[in-house]
């Protein structure tokens, strides 16, 4: 039997677990007229940039933590911050500095009552293992799983807002970088 | 009917178009002793990174391009190159430039028959949707469904080779960035 | 005698002889109503993503090619491009795609008879010594003396922008990222 | 009278109190057979990667904190952080860790007095302005006066263990990233 089935069968398992109303309840967060935050370390954090990309296709004002340009979050700003364990120490403070100033937090964990999953003000559930241990058991390395599923997820709120948005294939291809 | 499923059920075919085979000859290339440099524009330059970093953790030797200490590459490296079109202009030039001077290029694309595709010494044909309009059709936007499958795909090349170096979770956990 | 002493007699070198008249032709390009993306390889990379980050806390939008959230530029941007030789195979390609789109290029390079300094709108030349061996001689290893004398051009540019803008230091520390 | 000319006049001013033993006891902390990390928030990272990259190119084996390919730091190592405040929580925090884990630490900041200055093992005094108001004054926003000084700090530190490593430009040229 081929590793592609094996895998595949995990990720199905996480996409199943993961509530399609969770989804809903992020988009209903995301607004044209806020700024978005997306934070994240290692993997997880390389999932919170694909996010921002896309968001910043379909037309958000989307800034990353820790990149050049990003600015001072306010209050009114939405924070998304992703940590598998929901437990990473940087995530978790900043998210709890960014919930104390006022900032709107959606958390995407693999645990709703981990710390990050307890501030945030809607949580994500993605149950795929994760290095700590946490949700789906995986044949894969770490929270590999995890960050398979959070991708898929976060590409669905994507797709939601689009619709939700009206923009079309070729209005995101002409926001794309064209220096690459 | 929900949107996880929708997506999934694209998903799932594109990686049931993966030839598992490809990513065996992928694997032959890839040795301890050699360093690895992975090249990618974008939402694939994302994924270049997420593979990079786990290559990492399994313990081999690798570089990612554009980033701070990413040194010359050599004869004798091995470059892995990520674009979805096989078009990225600046993937493609670095990847001539690199196979040029004698590095091992492999190849990640949707399309065997690309600039990418031909001059790699080994191609991962990864056949989910692109921006450029290739592969598999998907109800979303630009290539998101590309980087879905390349994600999945260079992760099951890393459960390979963390198999065949008989890498433990724990030993990839104790190479985990510790600073998070 | 020191070798503080010997680096700063080379900065003094070339900081004497960049034309601050070039400096005021640069400030005269960027408005706040515009968008200003910055480009650069290497530690002139680094240079040009601090002058974006100083850019930002003082009020303009600005975007770094090739990081995560930069859209496409378009006719009405300006690309300040940054290249010790004027030289740098990628950097001068997208500059010369800019500028062909409409964009306004302002070179930063040690030489005006490059082809960054050519093509460029206006060019601030930096005489410091860059690793093709051009500029101002020096004791340090590759472009380091252009690199530090980029450095403080770029800073007095945007002491001249936050001077005209009439941006205090109050002001700027409000934008500056509160997520450190 | 030119904003050069005053801008150069508070570089030399700060560089004139820089104390070049403190880089000579930076320098031999700094050994070909350790792991050199680097650590900095906004433009003191950008400053902290300036210094990794010419690291590489001398030879040395050399991690940016929260980049790709980093592994985890171990006792035995060396961390280099930069703030100049001596008081980014970020930091301050990793570099505890660190020091507690036994790893080697070198601070760069404006103020000996500090967290970071108080738990390094050696410390570079670095007396620019910062935004938190520390250092010789600047006429210029936030901690650009510290920034430009420890970029030159940190050039010198590379200029001394090249010339202790026998390190030619030609030998730097040819580590230096052919990939741009």
Redesign the interface.
């Known amino acids: 039997m081929?590793?592609?089935d094996d895998?595949?069968k995990e990720?199905?398992t996480v996409?199943g677990l993961?509530d399609?109303r969770q989804?809903d309840a992020a988009e209903a967060l995301i607004k044209k007229e806020q700024r978005i935050?997306v934070?994240g370390?290692?993997?997880s954090g390389?999932m919170a940039?694909?996010f921002?990309?896309?968001l910043?296709?379909?037309g958000y004002t989307?800034?990353?933590?820790?990149?050049?340009?990003?600015?001072?979050?306010q209050a009114g700003d939405v924070l998304v911050a992703v940590s598998g364990s929901g437990k990473?120490?940087?995530?978790v403070?900043?998210a709890q500095?960014?919930k104390a100033?006022g900032v709107t937090v959606i958390g995407v964990t693999s645990r709703a009552d981990s710390p990050l999953g307890e501030l945030a003000d809607t949580t994500l559930v993605v149950p795929g293992a994760t290095?700590a241990g946490d949700g789906v058991q995986s044949?894969?390395?770490?929270s590999?799983l995890f960050?398979?599923s959070v991708?898929?997820?976060l590409?669905?709120l994507?797709?939601?807002l689009?619709r939700r948005d009206h923009?079309s294939?070729d209005s995101?291809?002409?926001?794309?970088?064209?220096?690459?």
């Open positions: 081929s590793l592609i895998v595949m990720v199905n996409m993961v399609e989804i935050f934070l370390a290692g993997r390389l940039k694909g921002a990309m896309r910043m296709h379909i989307v800034f990353v933590i820790g990149e050049t340009i990003t600015p001072s979050i990473t120490g940087s995530i403070e900043l500095k960014a100033d290095k044949i894969q390395l770490l590999t960050d398979q991708h898929i997820t590409d669905v994507c797709l939601k689009s923009i294939n995101a291809k002409s926001t794309h970088s064209n220096m690459e």
